[in-house]
């Protein structure tokens, strides 16, 4: 069955403050979409908010052994949208509809595949003539995905099955915030506080009362005393976190992470089955920069991590969900397993488990390391010459090598991502930092 891939990642629903949305944010939204260009097959339908490169399509065409045009990609941008990216206003744009139609030809077997199943997806689905896909079941069409991307309701739904949380409480205005800092500040000397609907930890902030105080998962970190007294400083936090006079945000006791762990689920509610698919850990500086899959964690304690990922997966399908799902968590330093987040859509692991299918088999996971990170500036003809004129593009009969996730052929486009696989995360990194080292040499002799 063919599938049309609606790469509205970053959208709307999934940040508390679209103020977010300024130009540099709207650009990075088209680079990180072209990760949806790994899920497309021969016959399949791509939408995006802009076009790929054609050194991109012709990349992954040849390591999925596919001609580079059996895939129909749609670049679609449109400049006067309130929100760029693939939002409502774009989705359900006459000119985005027609192009889609017109691909979709007489068919009418063809699949949806949202990277985040909005409550507009029925919409989308119905104008597409769609309708009954299973894509947009009841739960979804209602907005019910949208409620498996908040750490509000993260912490309200999962409570329920006694699964380990952070102590904390979701603050509901300014002086519930101070309340709850001044409550859970004490038990571990800092608190995280988040906004309900973010991603990345760009919405998150921390307060310390030491200097040296813990800063990873966050996009800042205030210290009390330094930076003020407990009310100067909530004033701070609710003026960069506080959208309205009611937000929602959530205040944790900072618990040091040893390890951030992620997981991957499919849910199938139909069949009552949840799928486990991938785990890993997050590259933090101090926001996410990247995974390691598998993680590096003691046995013992990633099934433990798993078990509870997999009671959360189940609770999202018993209520209806139906897709891919990732899970988040920590190892705290005394061996303590806590979870934060759920995020009932694609993921940054979900290409990468697709591209890892690809070229090393379903098996990969017991006998790869997968490492992924982002370079701030790149160009892929550049990263593709170099792969090839030093051997450093994976094949099955080397012992690591690289796979670039996605890139662009101009440096001012920024971002590439480099994904290395290799026996183990000792071999992954030599190559990671060699290739980095080789394509920085590169650039920095075009540039002079």
Same mark, same amino acid.
């Given at each position: 069955?063919?599938?049309?891939?609606?790469?509205?990642?970053?959208?709307?629903?999934?940040?508390?403050?679209?103020?977010?949305? @300024?130009?540099? *944010?709207?650009?990075?939204?088209?680079?990180?979409?072209?990760?949806?260009?790994? +899920?497309?097959?021969?016959?399949?339908?791509?939408?995006?908010?802009?076009?790929?490169?054609?050194?991109?399509?012709?990349?992954?065409?040849?390591?999925?052994?596919?001609?580079?045009?059996? =895939?129909?990609?749609?670049?679609?941008?449109?400049?006067?949208?309130?929100?760029?990216?693939?939002?409502?206003? =774009?989705?359900?744009?006459?000119?985005?509809?027609?192009?889609?139609?017109? $691909?979709?030809?007489?068919?009418?077997?063809?699949?949806?595949?949202?990277?985040?199943?909005?409550?507009?997806?029925? !919409? @989308?689905?119905?104008? &597409?003539?769609?309708?009954?896909?299973?894509?947009?079941?009841? *739960?979804?069409?209602?907005?019910?995905?949208?409620? &498996?991307?908040?750490?509000?309701?993260?912490?309200?739904?999962?409570?329920?099955?006694?699964?380990?949380?952070?102590?904390?409480?979701?603050?509901?205005?300014?002086? !519930?915030?101070?309340?709850?800092?001044?409550?859970?500040?004490?038990?571990?000397?800092?608190?995280?506080?988040?906004?309900?609907?973010?991603?990345?930890?760009?919405?998150?902030?921390?307060?310390?009362?030491? $200097?040296?105080?813990?800063?990873?998962?966050?996009?800042?970190?205030? @210290?009390?005393?330094?930076?003020?007294?407990?009310?100067?400083?909530?004033?701070?936090?609710?003026?960069?976190?506080?959208?309205?006079?009611?937000?929602?945000?959530?205040? !944790?006791?900072?618990?040091?992470?040893?390890?951030?762990?992620?997981?991957? +689920?499919?849910?199938?509610?139909?069949?009552?089955? =949840?799928?486990?698919?991938?785990?890993?850990?997050?590259?933090?500086?101090?926001? +996410?920069?990247?995974?390691?899959?598998?993680?590096?964690?003691?046995?013992?304690?990633? $099934?433990?991590? =798993?078990?509870?990922?997999? !009671?959360?997966?189940?609770?999202?399908?018993?209520?209806?969900?139906?897709?891919?799902?990732?899970?988040?968590?920590?190892?705290?330093?005394?061996?303590?397993?806590?979870?934060?987040? *759920?995020?009932?859509?694609?993921? $940054?692991?979900?290409?990468?488990?697709?591209?890892?299918?690809? @070229?090393?088999?379903?098996?990969?996971?017991?006998?790869?390391?997968?490492?992924?990170?982002?370079?701030?500036?790149?160009?892929?003809?550049?990263?593709?010459?170099?792969?090839?004129?030093?051997?450093?593009? *994976?094949?099955?009969?080397?012992?690591?090598?690289?796979?670039?996730?996605?890139?662009?052929?101009?440096?001012?486009?920024?971002?590439?991502?480099?994904?290395? &696989?290799?026996?183990?995360?000792?071999?992954?990194?030599?190559?990671?930092?060699?290739?980095?080292?080789?394509?920085?040499?590169?650039?920095?002799?075009?540039?002079?």
């Amino acid at each position: 069955m063919p599938k049309i891939i609606i790469a509205n990642n970053d959208n709307p629903t999934m940040y508390a403050d679209r103020g977010v949305f @300024v130009p540099d *944010f709207v650009s990075q939204i088209g680079r990180i979409s072209a990760r949806a260009l790994w +899920f497309a097959e021969a016959g399949d339908i791509l939408v995006l908010p802009q076009m790929l490169s054609r050194s991109l399509l012709d990349y992954v065409a040849r390591l999925q052994e596919r001609s580079p045009d059996s =895939v129909t990609v749609i670049g679609f941008d449109i400049p006067d949208a309130e929100v760029r990216g693939l939002s409502r206003d =774009v989705l359900l744009h006459p000119e985005l509809i027609a192009a889609a139609k017109a $691909a979709m030809g007489e068919r009418k077997d063809w699949s949806l595949l949202f990277y985040n199943a909005t409550h507009d997806s029925k !919409e @989308v689905a119905d104008a &597409l003539g769609l309708g009954d896909c299973e894509a947009v079941r009841p *739960f979804i069409a209602e907005g019910g995905a949208e409620i &498996l991307n908040d750490k509000r309701m993260f912490r309200n739904l999962v409570a329920g099955r006694d699964i380990p949380l952070a102590p904390g409480i979701t603050a509901n205005g300014r002086a !519930e915030l101070e309340r709850a800092v001044a409550k859970y500040l004490p038990i571990t000397e800092a608190v995280i506080i988040k906004q309900d609907r973010h991603q990345g930890g760009l919405g998150n902030l921390i307060v310390s009362r030491r $200097a040296d105080g813990p800063k990873l998962g966050a996009t800042d970190a205030f @210290v009390l005393d330094r930076d003020g007294s407990l009310t100067a400083i909530c004033d701070a936090v609710w003026q960069r976190l506080g959208v309205h006079d009611q937000s929602m945000l959530v205040v !944790e006791s900072y618990c040091t992470p040893a390890i951030v762990l992620t997981s991957e +689920f499919r849910c199938t509610p139909s069949k009552s089955k =949840v799928e486990f698919l991938n785990w890993g850990q997050l590259r933090q500086a101090p926001t +996410f920069d990247g995974l390691v899959m598998p993680p590096m964690a003691p046995s013992y304690l990633g $099934a433990k991590f =798993v078990s509870g990922a997999t !009671e959360i997966a189940r609770l999202c399908a018993d209520l209806g969900y139906d897709g891919l799902i990732n899970i988040d968590g920590l190892a705290t330093l005394d061996g303590k397993i806590i979870f934060n987040e *759920f995020n009932g859509r694609l993921g $940054a692991c979900s290409h990468m488990h697709r591209i890892a299918e690809i @070229v090393a088999g379903p098996d990969y996971g017991d006998r790869l390391v997968m490492m992924s990170c982002t370079m701030d500036r790149g160009c892929i003809d550049r990263a593709l010459e170099l792969l090839d004129a030093n051997g450093m593009g *994976f094949r099955k009969d080397l012992d690591g090598g690289i796979v670039i996730g996605f890139g662009w052929p101009a440096e001012h486009c920024s971002q590439l991502e480099i994904i290395t &696989l290799a026996p183990d995360a000792d071999r992954a990194l030599q190559i990671e930092q060699r290739f980095i080292a080789l394509l920085t040499q590169s650039m920095n002799v075009a540039a002079a």
